[in-house]
């Protein structure tokens, strides 16, 4: 089993963390075991509280009960000895509250003062919103109404994702919230940046001297963003039916993604310095002009029926809560261009799909082939040079490079050096969510997205929706357990390039590995 890893960063300032949506399945799978993790390894101490917030009613040994359940079932800790376990959860408390009710929030405010004088808490108020996003507007209204903002430190706002179904819907909500709380205050979660190799991919990018000058148009002929996923929609249906991989992945997760990999190296690690870098990038991806511009660089599909591992795998539209004759994309893949010196003309392929064959995140660098080839003479068709950065599940680094093949006269063979961060060296990373709710209780919000990142993304995004509901025909379908409709392959064929096997899924051809 590999050892847990801490991540270096200070202890967070006493704080009292709301959950709105404490029964709800996020607070159970990530946010519950995120705060035991904090708490494990000393990032929150005794001057903490949480109180989970949600309709359904709770009493105080049935709410510790379901925390307990959370971490025993999702925490990369186990649970401690009794006395620890009591310690940690007496920190816990559950109020029942319509967001609607303002009263409500009149007992809440009541119950956070006493809860803060118990712990000795000055530090601030972090209010997650677990919640469907039509609930924002109101409970940011409702705090302010009820004097929750009214404590003695900062408060801050968590918001999860969807933000808005389009820009218009995205500009309203953020209207709403802007009422209440300022941009600094709002940290709009993508959890994508939360993860140990996405925030890597600034050191990879920074921190390298045979990196960072071949990172462009000259050196690079293009890249690969895969997020591909097993799981279909599970209970989700219903969500995602109205979302589609679109506004799921790509608008949020995926372009993120694309910002780290295409950003100008900031002059500051600050978060405002490493935004505007981000932004820039977004802003910089040419708009689909047209829906013939769509047809010819998007691919959007739905999964069909499959056979997958021995296991019959069910049609998209035949998931729990879903239209039975729905034309949501459960499946898509574009070439997008960032069109700015760096970049001008390099291809970004970018795809993710449900019912993928490989659970994985990764992201491609194919170099530019050697101007000459010496060695064709000698038969040798020289293979490009990739840099592969792994995401997740599985974590690391590898690069592929040709050399001779040992003994051989002159045989070439491409060589893997493969760092495999999570299997070699032990590493069981942090969870994306411990990082991101310890940056948000310290005030660090570089891996949260700033308003105009969103509305960017949302801007190149509405364009593809746009040009989709003029035509429903072009929705490709594939079986569920493959790597999607033919049409992605030819997106890249066009260009003489090919999707490069992920997670793993060594080229037949590539015979060995160093590993560090
Ligand atoms: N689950 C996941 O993996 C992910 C979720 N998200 C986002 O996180 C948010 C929450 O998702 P998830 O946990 O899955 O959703 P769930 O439907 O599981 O939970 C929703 C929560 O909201 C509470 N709630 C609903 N209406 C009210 C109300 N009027 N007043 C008070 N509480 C209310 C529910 O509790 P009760 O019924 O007791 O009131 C429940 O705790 C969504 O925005 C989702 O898109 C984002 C990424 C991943
Ligand atoms: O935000 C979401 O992400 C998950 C995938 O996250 P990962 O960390 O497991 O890669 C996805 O399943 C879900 O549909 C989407 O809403």
């Given amino acids: 089993m590999a050892d847990n890893v801490t991540f270096d960063a200070p202890q967070a300032p006493g704080a009292v963390f709301f959950i709105f949506g404490a029964t709800g399945d996020l607070a159970r799978r990530k946010l519950f075991p995120a705060i035991y993790s904090l708490y494990r390894e000393g990032k929150l101490t005794e001057d903490f509280a949480v109180i989970g917030v949600a309709r359904r009613p709770r009493t105080p040994s049935e709410f510790h009960e379901d925390v307990m359940e959370s971490i025993r079932e999702f ?53 997650y919103l677990a919640l469907a996003p039509e609930l924002f507007g109101g409970v940011s209204f409702n705090l302010k109404a009820g004097g929750m903002l009214d404590g003695p430190g900062w408060n801050r706002l968590v918001i999860e994702k969807p933000f808005g179904y389009n820009l218009e819907s995205a500009r309203e909500l953020n209207e709403q919230i802007n009422q209440v709380f300022k941009e ?66 790509a608008q949020n997760h995926m372009l993120q993604l694309l910002t780290m990999i295409a950003m100008e190296p900031p002059s500051r690690l600050l978060a405002e310095d490493i935004r505007d870098e981000k932004v820039k990038v977004l802003r910089s991806l040419r708009p689909f002009s047209s829906s013939d511009e769509v047809r010819k660089n998007v691919v959007r599909g739905q999964y069909t029926q499959g056979l997958f591992k021995g296991k019959t795998l069910p049609a998209y539209r035949q998931e729990d809560k879903v239209n039975p004759e729905s034309t949501t994309e459960t499946y898509f893949a574009a070439r997008v261009f960032v069109d700015n010196f760096r970049w001008a003309g390099v291809p970004f392929y970018i795809r993710t799909g449900k019912r993928l064959p490989v659970k994985t995140t990764e992201v491609v660098v194919e170099f530019k082939r050697m101007p000459t080839n010496v060695y064709l003479g000698q038969k040798h068709n020289l293979e490009p040079n990739l840099l592969v950065i792994r995401v997740n599940p599985m974590e690391g680094i590898y690069v592929k490079i040709n050399a001779k093949k040992p003994g051989s006269e002159s045989e070439i063979q491409p060589l893997a050096m493969d760092f495999c961060q999570s299997c070699m060296v032990g590493i069981n990373s942090p969870e994306a969510y411990e990082r991101l709710l310890h940056d948000a209780v310290r005030g660090d919000s570089t891996y949260f997205t700033r308003w105009d990142e969103v509305s960017s993304a949302w801007s190149f995004v509405d364009k593809i929706a746009e040009a989709w509901q003029e035509s429903a025909g072009d929705l490709a379908s594939y079986p569920a357990g493959t790597w999607g409709p033919v049409e992605a392959d030819q997106l890249l064929a066009q260009d003489g390039f090919h999707w490069w096997p992920v997670n793993g899924q060594e080229e037949d051809n590539v015979v060995w590995r160093v590993n560090s």
Avoid: C
């Fill in 75 to 127: 925490s990369r800790y186990p649970v401690a000895d009794e006395e620890e376990w009591a310690r940690f959860v007496d920190h816990f408390e559950y109020k029942s509250l319509d967001i609607n009710n303002i009263d409500g929030f009149r007992e809440l405010r009541e119950q956070t003062e006493a809860i803060e004088r118990k712990f000795g808490i000055a530090g601030g108020r972090l209010f």
């Fill in 184 to 249: 600094e205050e709002i940290y709009r979660i993508d959890h994508y940046l939360g993860k140990e190799m996405v925030q890597n991919i600034e050191v990879i990018r920074f921190a390298n001297a045979f990196f960072e000058p071949l990172w462009n148009k000259q050196h690079i002929a293009n890249i690969q963003i895969t997020l591909g996923e097993t799981v279909g929609v599970e209970e989700r249906g219903g969500y995602y039916d109205h979302s589609g991989a679109l506004r799921d992945m």
